[in-house]
């Protein structure tokens, strides 16, 4: 079975909506792990006076995430799943933060146009059929001097972490999809994680993105050598 791209992927997602809090709360530190990441983005003063765009911001897990680093932060969260951004949107939020239903590819046909003092996205560009144009997207709606913080499944290369992590899909994750009927999508996951660029070919993707300042930087227990957070700057 090949990846989901597009509307099949946004369908996928819509469909898994229901469910999809119930099993990233049940990953440990998958909470914890964001949190890391967008204390990562380093927004000054509480994030007073920052307008910062949640770019694939799910069900608003990666949003509350931004919240805990940068509590005076305007926040626009953006999703192509409208699934997705129906659960976000049922949940108790200040008035600074909003939601946007749009793919990365069509935010500025959706008014996301910035500029943001600073991007956070968590668990999206591996799910871009063409990342380096989201990238190019990103860059174009940040000021310069904006920083982005990417969390991200990107394996660190050795052969233990992709035995690690299909471990641990095949243990908890693909059977967590068939009992939820939402197979198809958690399969892409598995695969797109092992598909996708190692830590240090996203590093470098960032780096021919115009992008400054590259830094990859771990997550422990579990994940570390699976998960990263990569922060750099619009010059």
């Known amino acids: 079975m090949g990846l989901l791209e597009d509307a099949e992927l946004a369908g996928a997602f ?42 694939g911001c799910g069900t608003g897990a990666s949003t509350a995430a931004l919240l805990r680093a940068a509590p005076r932060a305007s926040v626009t969260g953006v999703d192509a799943s409208a699934g997705m951004l129906a659960r976000a949107r049922s949940k108790r939020w200040p008035g600074r933060v909003t939601f946007v239903h749009a793919p990365v590819e069509g935010m500025a046909e959706a008014g996301v146009t910035g500029p943001y003092d600073a991007v956070f996205a968590a668990y999206l560009f591996r799910n871009l059929a063409d990342p380096d144009a989201g990238l190019a997207a990103v860059r174009d709606v940040l000021r310069p001097g904006g920083r982005l913080a ?18 641990v899909m095949a243990a908890v994750v693909l059977p967590w999809g068939r009992r939820h009927g939402d197979e198809a999508l958690y399969r892409h996951l598995w695969r797109s994680v092992l ?26 227990g579990w994940q570390t050598g699976i998960t990263h957070t990569f922060v750099a700057t619009r010059p």
């Open 195 to 220: 598909d996708f660029d190692t830590a240090g070919a996203f590093a470098r993707r960032l780096r021919r993105a115009g992008f400054t300042g590259v830094r990859t930087l771990p997550q422990p």
């Open 14 to 55: 819509d469909r898994a909506a229901r469910t999809y809090d119930r099993m990233t709360s049940a990953s440990p530190g998958y909470h914890r792990h964001l949190r890391r990441s967008a204390r990562r983005l380093a927004l000054p003063a509480d994030g007073a006076d920052q307008h910062v765009l949640d770019l």
């Open 150 to 167: 990417v969390h991200e499944y990107a394996l660190g290369g050795r052969p233990v972490d992709r035995a690690v992590w299909s471990a």
